[in-house]
């Protein structure tokens, strides 16, 4: 990813444009991102990908309500992170495996 100063953005606003129909640009401002600058076609695909993980947790969270009352109490103390961990130690098994 290309990046340039908010002044050089400024200064260069015809190239920037031309730019990012290529590839998307970090503007920095005290040497820190305060923008980036894309493509209307990546940002649909942003949009597009925001949406349908809006439309995942909804789908998550009612299949929760669902079955919150047949999930055993042992299943129910289970943090995300016991259950992140447990994945990865069953991907690798299964990996050692093969």
């Known amino acids: 990813m290309i990046?340039?100063?908010s002044a050089e953005a400024q200064n260069q606003f015809g190239q920037l444009l031309d730019t990012v129909?290529?590839?998307p640009v970090a503007i920095t401002r005290h040497g820190r991102?305060?923008?980036y600058v894309v493509s209307p076609r990546d940002m649909e695909d942003l949009l597009?990908?925001?949406e349908r993980r809006k439309r995942a947790v909804a789908a998550l969270d009612e299949w929760t309500a669902k079955y919150r009352d047949q999930i055993s109490p042992e299943a129910a103390a289970l943090t995300d992170e016991d259950i992140v961990r447990m994945v990865h130690e069953a991907r690798d098994e299964a990996a050692r495996t093969r």
Do not use: D, F, L, M
């Open 3 to 5: 990046t340039k100063t």
């Open 33 to 35: 991102p305060a923008a």
């Open 48 to 50: 597009s990908v925001k």
């Open 21 to 23: 129909q290529r590839e």
